[in-house]
């Protein structure tokens, strides 16, 4: 989950294929009375196994994410995919490749949005589904490696996860890593100075209800900003967790992902790292590789299938 410049968190980027016109579209309704939309792609009449694809940070509907359900909806076949949009979003925003503020992304969703939301939704569908799918698994990159871990802590039926390019312990320092690197030398101290004094507005509750930041409200901000990956994923002693990071991600602290991954030592946590590729898995010549990932996570999840 995690951040690029201008403070805009990137997910993965993808081109367009051909619609899925399979997958089935449910609403479920919230407290608020609002309502959460999410899909189910039923490859089997009567399957077991339910895969959760959960996305990143951006303001894109993940019906209309192909990338996502070309390449981690693909690696177990033999199961049905779930994908539950976050507060705001459906399949009516297109997919954009954006740079800066998306113009078209729904307000509802940068009020609502949060970690917390996020949570809520995916146990509310996951509750109406789980007595169904003995085996459900979850992938996430991005914000949505940061759902993966979270979610995992909240239940006890979730049988594998998988965590991708989740980056370091603190999100703040993810941050303040990627204005490091991806900052024009000249303005990095200036860059760095006045996303500290954002923070500090954040953590003093100082920012207005109404100003979004990165198509972020103040409590996604907070949240985020209090989030220690390292108690959160101690905090589970029974999931089988994989936890992969691209060492070319400067979305992300690499330095911190090192950190946190020697003070990790627990039997049901793996870790697996990548030299030169980037957050979106692309290498330095520009070419996107997922397949050792694919294979890698595919051996790393048939030990739980015997």
Not at 142 to 162: C, F, Q, W, Y
Not at 165 to 185: E, M, S, W
Not at 203 to 226: G, L, P, R, V, Y
Not at 239 to 252: S, Y
Request: hydrophobic share 35%; glycine share 4%.
């Amino acid at each position: 989950m995690r951040i690029s410049l201008l403070f805009l968190l990137s997910t993965f980027l993808l081109p367009s294929f051909a619609s899925y016109a399979e997958i089935s579209t449910h609403l479920l309704p919230r407290k608020d009375g609002s309502e959460i939309s999410y899909y189910l792609d039923k490859r089997a009449e009567k399957n077991q196994t339910l895969l959760v694809l959960m996305q990143g940070s951006d303001c894109n509907s993940i019906k209309n994410n192909m990338f996502i359900q070309e390449t981690f909806g693909q690696w177990l076949p033999n199961s049905d995919v779930l994908m539950v949009e976050k507060y705001g979003i459906t399949a009516l925003l297109p997919y954009s490749q954006y740079d800066g503020e998306r113009v078209d992304c729904p307000k509802s969703y940068k009020r609502h949005d949060n970690p917390k939301q996020r949570i809520e939704d995916y146990e509310a569908v996951l509750d109406k589904l789980s007595s169904q799918y003995p085996n459900i698994i979850l992938i996430g990159g991005s914000e949505g490696a940061t759902m993966v871990h979270l979610v995992v802590t909240k239940r006890n039926d979730i049988k594998a996860a998988i965590a991708l390019n989740g980056g370091g312990r603190f999100f703040l320092d993810d941050v303040l890593y990627n204005i490091r690197h991806t900052t024009p030398k000249e303005h990095v101290e200036d860059a760095l100075n006045g996303f500290q004094q954002f923070a500090d507005a954040i953590k003093n509750n100082q920012i207005d209800d109404e100003q979004f930041i990165s198509e972020h409200s103040k409590i996604w901000w907070q949240q985020f900003f209090t989030i220690d990956l390292l108690k959160v994923i101690k905090s589970n002693q029974h999931t089988p967790v994989l936890i992969i990071q691209t060492l070319n991600d400067t979305n992300v602290n690499v330095d911190a992902f090192h950190q946190l991954s020697q003070d990790i030592n627990q039997p049901n946590v793996k870790f697996i790292k990548y030299n030169k590729l980037d957050h979106g898995f692309y290498n330095e010549q520009g070419e996107r590789l997922t397949n050792e990932i694919i294979s890698d996570i595919q051996q790393w999840y048939s030990q739980y299938t015997k």
